[in-house]
């Protein structure tokens, strides 16, 4: 998630201060750390173990990473043109260097939706026998009405659903392919990085032509998770 800039006229649907958006955000994580923490206890399953046997998995994660990225911002402003250029910007800006909180965030935010919405209860059913398709659906949905829609948020709040659901639904088959957690931490540390580093900074380079050069804007991008 990325912080706003403050602005003589904030967008409408919303706008919340930076301080107060680092603070939910820090809540955010350590509830979901928590959580992925105490399903991991309940369910006795441990998906860290066993990671990296299939290192194909870890390379595909960073361009399933940029195109999760590029097919969010398709989705949500309704424009292929807008995608690829936001694929574009993605390959070349993400890999600058970040701060280490921001990475760090990004990594363990990563980490803790994908054990608590894929890795903890698909590992639990394969142990098993044979997952129904009909599980990764309703984990995708459950991803969804976990995140909400919230204020600040740009677009149709259908049109981000859907995003959401497509993205938990593709790292769930991904998972079943593999069977490993780091790929899909990976491709969704990158789908969000992404949306940080090249929505916000575009959004605050608009916001500051917009408003002469005296400040910068910029509402939280699309389907953000």
């Keep these: 998630m990325a912080d706003p800039v403050p602005t003589s006229a904030p967008r409408s649907g919303g706008w ?35 990671a990296g046997q299939r290192p194909w998995a870890l390379l595909l994660a960073f361009p399933l990473g940029h195109l999760l990225f590029a097919g969010s911002v398709t989705l949500n402003r309704l424009s292929w043109r807008e995608g690829r250029g936001a694929l574009t910007a993605s390959l070349r800006l993400l890999y600058r260097p970040y701060g280490g909180e921001t990475l760090l ?8 939706e994908e054990l608590l919405f894929r890795a903890l209860p698909l590992s639990w059913l394969l142990a098993r026998g044979p997952v129904h398709p009909g599980w990764v659906l309703g984990l995708a949905l459950l991803f969804v009405l976990v995140h909400g829609y919230r204020p600040g948020r740009r677009g149709s709040p259908w049109l981000l659903g859907l995003d959401l659901f497509l993205l938990a639904l593709v790292l769930g088959l991904f998972f079943l392919a593999t069977g490993d957690l780091w790929p899909l931490v990976i491709a969704h540390a990158v789908r969000n990085g992404s949306l940080a580093k090249v929505l916000v900074r575009k959004d605050r380079l608009a916001a500051a032509r917009q408003a002469g050069g005296r400040g910068g804007g910029a509402g939280a991008g699309p389907g953000e998770s």
Excluded: C, K, V
């Design 105 to 112: 965030f990004y990594l363990l935010l990563a980490l803790a």
């Design 16 to 50: 919340i201060d930076p301080e107060r958006r680092r603070s939910l955000r820090s809540w955010r994580l350590a509830l979901a750390l928590a959580l992925a923490l105490l399903a991991t206890w309940l369910t006795g399953q441990l998906p860290l173990l066993g």
